[in-house]
């Protein structure tokens, strides 16, 4: 069954800290990852997209890196700021197949940006 | 361009009522998604769509239909509310990006409470 876990659930940390947040995944087959940033009472906005032969990719203090072979993805956010207290959601996709897209989301890993 | 809207923002609802979800994007894209969203739990894909006149179930349609007589729209009903249905809904709209990937846009979100 196709899963994406991701940790940790949640986490605290002090503005202007850095932090990673970690994604691993089971589904196969592979096309994309994503990261999406899920305000409290907001839609999730995607934050990047990357296929399986790109090992990094970054949206300003946001940069995703991708393990393939490992299956393992995670996102680094750096010089936190309070406006990145959001939930962290890790999507993955299969491949597109008669008209429909598969993704699996992760649960997501709530942050906490403090002052 | 105001991407996806939904309507309503909050309904309460009382066991066995129906009622619509309206969803319209104005970014005339082809796919268009329902998910559900409960607490500790990824995203639930409802229902989708592929382009006016072409619907699918996802992985929890019970309980809901959908049409898409227009690209713009993409309302979902809820024929017999049960409160099993209480959750979080999201509309979302698809479009390719560069890679040959899609890129998911989410509407705000509907919190429908069954009583």
């Known amino acids: 069954k196709n899963q994406v876990e991701q940790s940790p659930q949640s986490l605290i940390i002090l503005e202007g800290k850095n932090c990673t947040l970690q994604c691993n995944y089971t589904v196969s087959p592979f096309s994309n990852l994503r990261w999406y940033k899920q305000d409290t009472g907001r839609g999730p906005v995607s934050l990047t997209i990357m296929t399986f032969s790109e090992n990094t990719k970054s949206n300003g203090r946001y940069t995703a890196t991708l393990d393939a072979d490992t299956k393992q993805s995670s996102l680094h956010i750096t010089a936190s700021q309070l406006s990145d207290s959001a939930s962290y959601i890790c999507?993955?996709?299969?491949?597109?197949?008669?008209?429909?897209?598969?993704?699996?989301f992760g649960k997501g890993t709530k942050l906490s940006v403090i002052p | 361009n105001a991407g996806v809207t939904q309507t309503p923002k909050f309904q309460v609802l009382k066991t066995g009522q129906s009622m619509t979800l309206q969803c319209a994007q104005d970014?005339?894209?082809?796919?268009m998604s329902w998910y559900r969203q409960d607490p500790g739990m990824g995203l639930r894909l409802i229902h989708y769509s592929v382009g006016a006149g072409i619907t699918d179930q996802g992985e929890v349609p019970n309980g809901y239909n959908v049409s898409r007589s227009t690209t713009e729209d993409f309302p979902l009903r809820l024929l017999s509310a049960a409160p099993s249905q209480t959750s979080v809904y999201f509309c979302a709209s698809s479009s390719l990006v560069a890679g040959g990937q899609y890129e998911q846009f989410f509407g705000p979100g509907t919190r429908l409470t069954v009583l």
């Open positions: 999507v993955v996709s299969g491949p597109p197949g008669a008209g429909s897209y598969q993704l699996t």
């Open positions: 970014m005339n894209h082809e796919y």
